[in-house]
C-alpha cells in the first residue's frame, strides 16, 4: 500500500468516525427532547428560562408619517388580532427552544458527572463500552441489509412510524408554504422599493418648482425695471405689457402652487404607503422565522433536506425494516452489558442513562469525548441564537399594540380580553 492510499484510508475512517459521532450526539438529544415535550404537553407550564437580548432588527416605519397615518380604530383592533395571533405562534415555538435547550444543557452536566467517575469505575465503563461495541459489530455482520447512510433518520423514522407518512405532508406543505413566504416577501420588496424611489425623488421636483418661481419672479422684476425706464424716459405707454408681464407671473404662479400642493399631497400618501409596506414585510418576517423554525426542526430530526430526501429516505427505511424482519438473533450478551452500562451510569446520578447506548465511541477516546462537548456547547449557543430571535418578534408585537393603545386608550380593554383569549402574559 503506498503512503498516499494509507493517508487517504486514514482520513476516510476520520470522517466516518466523526459523522457517527455527530449521529449519536442527534439521537441522544432527539430522546431528551421528545420525553421534555411529552411531559410539556401534558403540562404545559411556562419553562423557566433566563430572558435574552433580540438579535433581529425588523423595520421601523417612517417617523415624519407615521403620526400622520389616522387609522382607524377598526384597522387598530385588526393590529391587535393579527399581533395576538402572531404571540400565540410565538409561544410554542419558542416552548420547544427552550424546551431543546433544557436537554442540551442536562445533556453537559451528564458529561460532566462522567468525567468526574473514579478512576476504577471508569476503567470498568470503559471496558464495558467495548463490549458492546464488539457484541455490535459481530451482530451487524449477520445482518443482511446494505448499509445506507441513514442510520440517524431511520431511527427518528422508527420513533414516529406510526404517523410518519403524515410527517412528510407536514413537511411538504410547511415547504410550500415557505416559498409563498418568499414569494410575498419579494413583492413587498420590489413595491416598497418603488415607492422609495418616489418618496426620495418628491422634493427634487419641488425644488424645481421653487427655481422656476424665483426665476419667474426675476424675470418679471426686471421686466417692470424696463418699463419704468422706457415710460420715463419715452414717454411710451406701457400698460399692455405690462398688464401681460402680470398675468404671465400670475399664471405660472398658480401653476407653481398647485403643483408644489400637489407634490406634498402625493410625498404624503406615499409614505403612508410605505408604512403599510413595511408592515407587512415585518408580518412576513414573522411567519417566515416561525416556519422556517419548524422545516429546520424537522430537517435536523430526521437529518435531510427537504422532502423529497425526506420521502426516500423513508422508503429505503421501509425496505430495510422488511429485510430485518428476516433477521433472527439472540444477543442475550449484548442486553447483559447494555444493562451493566447503564447501571454504571446510574449510580453516577446521570439524568438519562439510555442515551449513552448510542454514543459508545466516545467512552473509548478522549478526542472524541472532548468534540462531543463542543459539539453540545455550540448546539446550546444555536439556541441561545434562536430564542433571541424569538424574544424579538414577542417585543416587536407588544410595541406595535402599545402603540394602538397610546393611540386609542378605549381598546386597552379589548386588548386584555384578546390576551386573556390567545392565553399570552407579559412573563
Given amino acids: 500500500m503506498s503512503i498516499f492510499s494509507f493517508l487517504r484510508k486514514k482520513k476516510h475512517i476520520e470522517a466516518e468516525t466523526q459523522k457517527q459521532e455527530e449521529d449519536a450526539i442527534s439521537v441522544g438529544i432527539a430522546q431528551s427532547i421528545e420525553k421534555k415535550e411529552k ?50 405562534e410565538q409561544k410554542t415555538v419558542h416552548a420547544h427552544a427552550k424546551i431543546a435547550y433544557q436537554a442540551v444543557t ?26 458492546i461495541v464488539e457484541l455490535t459489530e459481530e451482530k451487524d455482520k449477520h445482518k443482511q441489509r446494505r448499509v445506507t447512510g441513514h442510520e440517524m433518520s431511520y431511527r427518528s423514522i422508527q420513533k414516529e412510524e406510526h404517523n410518519i407518512m403524515q410527517e412528510l405532508k407536514q413537511m411538504r406543505e410547511q415547504e410550500d408554504y415557505q416559498r409563498k413566504i418568499n414569494q410575498d416577501l419579494r413583492q413587498l420588496q420590489a413595491e416598497k422599493a418603488a415607492l422609495t424611489y418616489d418618496y426620495e425623488h418628491l422634493p427634487g421636483r419641488q425644488l424645481l418648482l421653487k427655481k422656476i418661481a424665483i426665476s419667474v419672479a426675476a424675470i418679471a422684476g426686471s421686466l417692470c425695471v424696463l418699463f419704468y425706464i422706457i415710460s420715463a424716459g419715452a414717454g411710451a405707454d406701457i400698460r399692455i ?67 423529497l430526501e425526506f420521502e426516500n429516505v423513508i422508503k429505503q427505511y421501509f425496505m430495510a425494516k422488511e429485510e430485518e424482519r428476516t433477521y433472527e438473533s439472540n444477543m ?21 442513562t439510555e442515551i449513552w447506548l448510542h454514543q459508545l465511541s466516545a467512552f473509548l477516546q478522549e478526542e472524541e469525548f472532548q ?12 439556541l441561545v441564537e434562536k430564542m433571541d430571535e424569538n424574544a424579538t418578534v414577542r417585543d416587536y408585537c407588544f410595541e ?13 380593554q379589548e386588548l386584555i380580553a384578546l390576551l386573556s383569549k390567545y392565553e399570552i402574559s407579559f412573563q
Wanted: proline letters at 4%.
Fill in 241 to 307: 405689457p405690462f398688464m401681460m408681464t402680470v398675468a404671465m407671473v400670475s399664471g405660472v404662479m398658480a401653476y407653481v402652487f398647485l403643483e408644489s400642493d400637489r407634490n406634498r399631497r402625493e410625498h404624503m400618501e406615499i409614505g403612508v404607503k410605505i408604512n403599510r409596506a413595511i408592515r407587512l414585510s415585518n408580518k412576513v418576517k414573522i411567519k417566515y422565522i416561525n416556519n422556517r423554525s419548524g422545516l429546520d426542526y424537522a430537517y435536523s430530526k430526521y437529518q435531510v433536506k427537504n422532502s
Fill in 400 to 412: 406595535q399594540m402599545d402603540g394602538v393603545v397610546v393611540e386609542y386608550p378605549e381598546l386597552k
Fill in 106 to 131: 442536562e445533556y453537559l452536566s451528564d458529561l460532566q458527572k462522567i468525567q468526574r467517575m473514579p478512576q476504577g469505575e471508569k476503567e470498568l465503563l470503559v471496558d464495558t463500552a467495548k463490549k
Fill in 39 to 88: 411531559a410539556y404537553e401534558e403540562n404545559p407550564a411556562e419553562i423557566p428560562l433566563e430572558d435574552y437580548t433580540p438579535s433581529i432588527a425588523l423595520e421601523e416605519p417612517l417617523e415624519e408619517t407615521i403620526l400622520q397615518e389616522n387609522r382607524s380604530i377598526e384597522a387598530c383592533r385588526q393590529i391587535l388580532e393579527e399581533n395576538c395571533k402572531q404571540l400565540q
Fill in 332 to 352: 442475550e450478551r449484548l442486553q447483559h452489558y447494555r444493562n451493566k452500562l447503564l447501571d454504571l451510569l446510574a449510580v453516577q446520578e446521570v439524568n438519562d
Fill in 371 to 382: 468534540r462531543l462537548q463542543d459539539n453540545l456547547e455550540q448546539r446550546r449557543n444555536s
